[in-house]
């Protein structure tokens, strides 16, 4: 499973994110890209210390700056759901349209070798994702 | 090209991180820039005082810039220590 597909997954749940500089942000998140910028709501921001707090509507946060974030348990299972329909898919569209290599290629570079191949094949719905981006 | 961290994927991990904690879970995967997903984690805190303090934390991602070591704990060897009475020095943060 990777990150950042969890991350997504993680969208409209409550969250904790702790920057490099210690500061933590509280809030729901609405968003994140590829960089794991992210987007929150109804942000509380505790400083380093823990010795200040600030409420704010809404905040982004640089996907850089953050050291970690604190997930609800529930939202890894959601992810595997995911990861098996998305999976099915990919799989579908490969036998659908056979002979559209030319147009598969980016993807293809990133399969590592073959390793794509494999049953727990997430490297498939990262190269998924890449066309999309492209496009 | 496979990463070593391949075979570390549904075990027992310790993460130390640049700032100096250490983190144990489960590690459930990671990507390119080693951003990884830690499950079921607990931070251990050290002091010189009191014995080893365990913190639950739950499910985690932590940003690959902060990875320093990443480890894999022998779950029968972890069992047995007893940490109350394990001491020492918390690490320092990495100085850039």
């Given at each position: 499973?990777?990150?950042?597909?969890?991350?997504?997954?993680?969208?409209?749940?409550?969250?904790?994110?702790?920057?490099?500089?210690?500061?933590?942000?509280?809030?729901?998140?609405?968003?994140?890209?590829?960089?794991?910028?992210?987007?929150?709501?109804?942000?509380?921001?505790?400083?380093?210390?823990?010795?200040?707090?600030?409420?704010?509507?809404?905040?982004?946060?640089?996907?850089?700056?953050?050291k970690?974030?604190?997930?609800?348990?529930?939202?890894?299972?959601?992810?595997?759901?995911?990861?098996?329909?998305?999976?099915?898919?990919?799989?579908?569209?490969?036998?659908?349209?056979?002979?559209?290599?030319?147009?598969?290629?980016?993807?293809?570079?990133?399969?590592?070798?073959?390793?794509?191949?494999?049953?727990?094949?997430?490297?498939?719905?990262?190269?998924?994702?890449?066309?999309?981006?492209?496009? | 090209?496979?990463?070593?961290?391949?075979?570390?994927?549904?075990?027992?991990?310790s993460i130390i991180t640049s700032d100096g904690r250490n983190f144990?879970?489960?590690?459930?995967?990671?990507?390119?820039?080693i951003?990884m997903?830690?499950?079921?984690?607990?931070?251990?805190?050290?002091?010189?005082?009191?014995?080893?303090?365990?913190?639950?934390?739950?499910?985690?991602?932590i940003r690959g810039d902060n990875v320093a070591i990443i480890g894999?704990?022998?779950?029968?060897?972890?069992?047995?220590?007893?940490?109350?009475?394990?001491?020492?020095?918390?690490l320092n943060p990495v100085v850039h």
């Open positions: 499973m990777l990150p950042l597909s969890l991350l997504r997954t993680a969208q409209n749940h409550p969250m904790l994110v702790e920057l490099k500089n210690g500061e933590t942000y509280n809030g729901h998140l609405v968003s994140c890209d590829n960089w794991m910028n992210i987007n929150l709501r109804e942000v509380i921001c505790t400083s380093r210390d823990g010795d200040k707090f600030w409420r704010m509507p809404e905040c982004y946060i640089r996907g850089s700056t953050i970690y974030l604190r997930i609800p348990d529930e939202v890894i299972d959601m992810v595997k759901e995911e990861t098996v329909t998305k999976n099915k898919q990919s799989r579908d569209q490969k036998g659908g349209r056979g002979g559209q290599n030319q147009r598969n290629r980016p993807a293809a570079r990133g399969n590592f070798g073959g390793r794509a191949n494999k049953p727990g094949g997430q490297q498939k719905l990262f190269q998924k994702n890449k066309p999309t981006k492209l496009a | 090209m496979t990463s070593g961290l391949d075979s570390f994927v549904n075990h027992t991990v144990i879970g489960t590690l459930k995967g990671f990507d390119q820039t951003n997903i830690l499950d079921e984690s607990h931070e251990r805190v050290y002091s010189t005082t009191t014995g080893v303090e365990q913190v639950m934390l739950g499910l985690h991602i894999l704990i022998d779950e029968d060897v972890d069992n047995r220590l007893n940490l109350s009475t394990i001491k020492a020095e918390p």
